[in-house]
C-alpha cells in the first residue's frame, strides 16, 4: 500500500513557491542550491532475498534555500524544498517542505512559525532526546535526514539560560523503503496506525531549557505527543504479510550533558519514556490461524489495542534509554596538523530485546575521527558498533573532501555482520554498500 | 590591572631615567598598544582568506565578522559566519574570549542545525585549514600572556619596540611570540612565532594600515608565512565599520543559528 504523504507535500512545496515568488518582489532575495549525485553499490555476502535486486543504484537530490530578510535582519522567511528522484526505489523518490519558516527577533524573545527544523543533543552514536522532526527513513540509514516539522517557537535567551517552547500542530509518517528496495524489510506498509483518534493532526508540545556554565553544557526536555519512533510489526492479512506501524502517544523527558576537559569531551544523553507499546518484531508472526485479515486495521485504528497481542503489541510501557561516552581528541598528532578523535560511545534500552525496530538495546560505538584541517577541509569517521549481547557489529567508514569550490566529494561504506538472533538486523547482512555522493552547489 | 599602577608604569616609560625591569616595560607597552584600541563598541568587516600552498595554488574563503567590545572585566564577543566555499556556507562560530581564563566557542553547523561546543584545547589547531591557528585570530587580551621588553629596533623604516610575549596558556602551540610594535601607534606589524621546540614556526606581517573614526588602526592585509611547510594564508579585511550599533542579542548561542 502507498502512502500519499509524500504527493501531499509536494503540493505544499509547489504552492509555497508560488506563493513566495508572488509576495516577495524585493531584490534581496538570496537563492542556494545544492544538487547531489549519489551511486551506490550493494555487495551480497550470499544469496539473500535481494538476490534479484540490482548491484548499483543512481539517484538525484535537489535542495534549494530561498531566504529574505527584512526589518534590519529582524524577520526573515527561509523556504527550503527538498526533492529526491532514486532509480530503484518509489518510495526514496520523493519530495519535502524541509523548511518554509518566518523568524522574528524581538527584543527579549524570538518566534518561528512555519516548517522548520531542530536539533536536540550531543551524542554521536544515538540521537535520543532528539524528538521534534521526524526522520527521513528512506534518506540515510544514521537516521540524521529529517523530515520539515510544522512548529510554533518561542525563544527566550536569559540569563538562567535558553527556554524553548514549541507546539506541533502536524505530525509527519517516517518514510521507509519501498518492498523490493534495497535496505527495507522487504514488506508493504499497511496504513499507519495512531493511538490518537486525532491521528497526524494531534497538537504535540515540547520544551527544552539548556544552559552552560564555564566547560559544562546541559540540557533538559520534554516531549508530550505522537512518538517520531513507531512501533512496528509484521502483519499477517488476507493480501499477504504487510508491516504494520503503530504510532503512539508518549511523553519524554530527556536530559543531555556534555562536559568538556582538556582534550576530553565527555557526553551523556538520557530519556524516559513512556506510552510505547513494548514487542519483538515478530515478521508474520501473526496467529498461523490467520484470523488477522485486512478489515483488522480498521480495527486496529478504532481501537488502540485490540486482540493483537500475539504480535506484540501491547500496552504502552515506559522505559529508559541512555547514551554515554567520549571524544578524545589528540591535536596535531604526529606532529602534523591532523587531528585524531578517539570516540567511544555505550547505548543502552530497558526494554532489551523488546525495544522498538532500529534502537540500540546494547551496543557500543568504537570510531575515529582524522581531521586534515586542509584546505578541502578533509575528514574521515570509521567506526564500529558492536552489539555485545547479540555479538554482532556493523562497519562504517564516512569521509568527505572537497574537489574544488562548488563541488564536494562523500564516500560512505557500511558492512553489516548480524547475527541470527537479533531479527531486525539480520535482513541486512546481504546489504553491504559502498556510497559516493558527488554535491554540486550552484 | 590596577589603573594607578598603569598610569605610573608609562610614566615610568617615558623616563629612561628610571630602571624599570624588562619584564615590567613589556607589559607597559602591552597595556598602552591595549588602551589605544577601546572605547570602539562594535565593528563590522568581511574578511577574505586566501591559502596558498607550497606551490602556490592558491583556494579563498570568504567570511563575515562581527565584533562586540567587553564592557569591564568582561572580553570581547564576535560572531564569525562564513560565505564560502560554498559547501561551508552558513557556517558560524561564536566566541566569548574572557580574560582570566579560556574562551567560550560555539559552532554551528547548518545541515544537522547542531551547535557544538569547541574544545579550548583546539586552539592550537589550524584555523579552517589556514596557517592562522584559532589561538592567532582570537581577541589578543592583555592577560593571556607574559610580557618582556627586548629592544628597539627599525622596521621600514618606523621605530619599534620588539617585544617577547609568552603564553599563560598551556594548550598553547607556542613557547613564544616576539612582536615588532611602532612607537608611534602601537601598531604590531610584525610577528614571529616560535613553536613547542622553540623553532621559529610562522611569521605574521601586518600591513596596509588605515586609521578609522581617527583612533582605530586596522591592517588591510595580514600575511602569515609557516618557514616549516612553506605554505601561506593572506587575510585581506574589507569595509570596515566602527560603532554601527551591533547588540547582545546578536552575539548569542541563538543568534548563531539564525546567522546568514
Known amino acids: ?442 | 590591572m590596577n589603573k594607578i599602577i598603569t598610569a605610573a608604569l608609562l610614566i615610568f616609560l617615558g623616563s629612561s631615567a628610571f630602571a624599570l625591569t624588562p619584564q615590567e616595560q613589556g607589559l607597559a607597552i602591552a597595556i598602552e598598544g591595549d588602551k589605544r584600541g577601546e572605547g570602539y563598541e562594535d565593528s563590522k568587516v568581511n574578511l577574505k582568506m586566501v591559502l596558498i600552498d607550497k606551490k602556490g595554488r592558491e583556494s579563498a574563503r570568504d567570511m563575515r565578522v562581527k565584533g562586540l567590545e567587553g564592557v569591564g572585566e568582561e572580553g570581547d564577543k564576535s560572531l564569525m559566519i562564513f560565505d564560502t566555499p560554498r559547501d561551508q556556507k552558513g557556517v558560524a562560530m561564536l566566541t566569548f574570549t574572557h580574560k582570566a581564563k579560556s574562551d567560550d566557542q560555539w559552532l554551528f553547523l547548518p545541515a544537522l542545525k547542531r551547535v557544538k561546543k569547541i574544545s579550548s584545547r583546539n586552539k592550537s589547531g589550524p584555523f579552517v585549514g589556514s596557517e592562522f591557528a584559532f589561538e592567532d585570530i582570537s581577541s589578543q587580551e592583555v592577560e593571556k600572556y607574559t610580557y618582556k621588553y627586548l629592544r628597539d629596533e627599525t622596521l621600514d623604516g618606523m621605530d619599534c619596540f620588539v617585544l617577547e610575549r609568552i603564553p599563560t596558556d598551556k594548550y598553547s602551540g607556542y613557547t613564544k611570540q616576539i612582536s615588532w610594535i611602532d612607537k608611534a601607534e602601537y601598531r604590531a606589524l610584525k610577528v614571529e612565532y616560535y613553536d613547542r621546540k622553540k623553532t621559529l614556526l610562522k611569521t605574521l606581517l601586518n600591513k596596509d594600515f588605515k586609521q578609522y573614526l581617527d583612533k582605530y588602526w586596522r591592517p588591510a592585509l595580514s600575511e602569515m608565512v609557516n618557514h616549516q611547510t612553506g605554505k601561506s594564508t593572506r587575510l585581506i579585511y574589507e569595509d570596515y565599520s566602527f560603532q554601527v550599533g551591533l547588540k547582545g542579542k546578536e552575539f548569542t548561542k541563538n543568534s548563531l543559528k539564525r546567522a546568514k
Open chain 1, 1 to 442: 500500500m502507498k502512502r500519499v504523504s509524500n504527493i501531499n507535500i509536494n503540493k505544499v512545496a509547489f504552492i509555497s513557491a508560488a506563493l513566495l515568488s508572488a509576495t516577495i518582489v524585493q531584490a534581496d532575495i538570496a537563492i542556494d542550491s545544492q544538487l547531489d549525485y549519489e551511486v551506490t553499490g550493494y555487495f551480497a555476502d550470499s544469496a539473500g532475498q535481494n538476490q534479484e535486486t540490482q548491484r548499483v543504484n543512481n539517484s538525484l537530490a535537489l535542495e534549494v534555500e530561498v531566504f529574505n530578510s527584512w526589518n534590519d535582519g529582524d524577520e526573515s522567511l527561509t523556504f527550503k524544498p527538498f526533492y529526491r528522484i532514486d532509480e530503484m526505489d518509489d518510495e526514496r523518490s520523493h519530495g519535502d517542505v524541509r523548511e518554509l519558516i518566518w523568524n522574528k527577533v524581538a527584543d527579549d524573545y524570538e518566534l518561528k512559525i512555519g516548517v522548520g527544523k531542530v536539533f536536540w543533543g550531543v551524542t554521536e552514536s544515538a540521537h535520543l532526546v532528539d524528538v521534534v522532526n521526524q526522520t527521513d527513513g528512506v534518506e540515510s540509514l544514521d537516521g540524521e535526514e529529517k523530515l520539515g516539522q510544522p512548529m510554533v517557537q518561542v525563544l527566550l535567551e536569559r540569563e538562567w539560560g535558553n527556554l524553548d517552547l514549541f507546539v506541533l500542530p502536524y505530525f509527519r509518517e517516517r518514510t521507509f523503503a519501498g518492498k523490493d528496495a534495497r535496505l527495507s524489510a522487504g514488506l508493504d506498509y499497511a496504513d499507519a496506525v495512531y493511538e490518537s483518534s486525532a491521528e497526524e493532526k494531534h497538537v504535540d508540545v515540547a520544551a527544552r531549557w539548556s544552559h552552560y556554565w564555564e566547560d559544562l553544557e546541559y540540557g533538559v526536555s520534554l516531549f508530550h505527543g505522537t512518538s517520531r519512533d513507531p512501533f512496528q510489526t509484521g502483519l499477517l492479512t488476507a493480501d499477504g504479510p504487510e508491516m504494520f506501524t503503530y504510532y503512539a502517544q508518549i511523553t519524554q523527558l530527556g536530559i543531555e550533558l556534555q562536559y568538556l576537559n582538556e582534550g576530553w569531551a565527555w557526553k551523556f544523553e538520557g530519556i524516559h519514556r513512556d506510552g510505547m507499546p513494548e514487542g519483538t518484531v515478530t515478521i508474520l508472526a501473526a496467529d498461523p490461524s490467520g484470523s488477522l485479515n485486512t478489515d483488522c486495521l480498521t480495527c486496529v485504528a478504532s481501537n488502540p489495542y485490540p486482540g493483537l497481542d500475539h504480535t506484540g503489541v501491547g500496552e504502552g510501557k515506559s522505559y529508559f534509554a541512555t547514551a554515554a561516552g567520549f571524544e578524545y581528541t589528540q591535536v596535531g598528532i604526529f606532529e602534523s596538523r591532523m587531528d585524531l578523535g578517539w570516540v567511544a560511545e555505550h547505548i543502552y534500552d530497558s526494554r532489551q530485546e523488546n525495544a522498538s525496530v532500529g534502537a540500540f538495546e546494547h551496543d557500543v560505538l568504537l570510531a575515529n575521527r582524522w581531521v586534515a584541517n586542509d584546505e578541502a577541509d578533509s575528514e574521515l569517521l570509521v567506526g564500529v558498533i558492536y552489539d555485545y549481547e547479540y555479538e554482532d557489529y556493523s562497519l562504517s567508514i564516512e569521509g568527505n573532501t572537497r574537489l574544488f569550490d562548488g563541488l564536494s566529494f562523500e564516500i560512505e561504506a557500511r558492512v553489516f555482520s548480524p547475527s541470527r538472533d537479533n531479527v531486525t538486523q539480520y535482513s541486512l547482512r546481504d546489504e553491504d554498500l559502498v556510497k559516493m555522493t558527488f554535491s554540486y552547489y550552484l
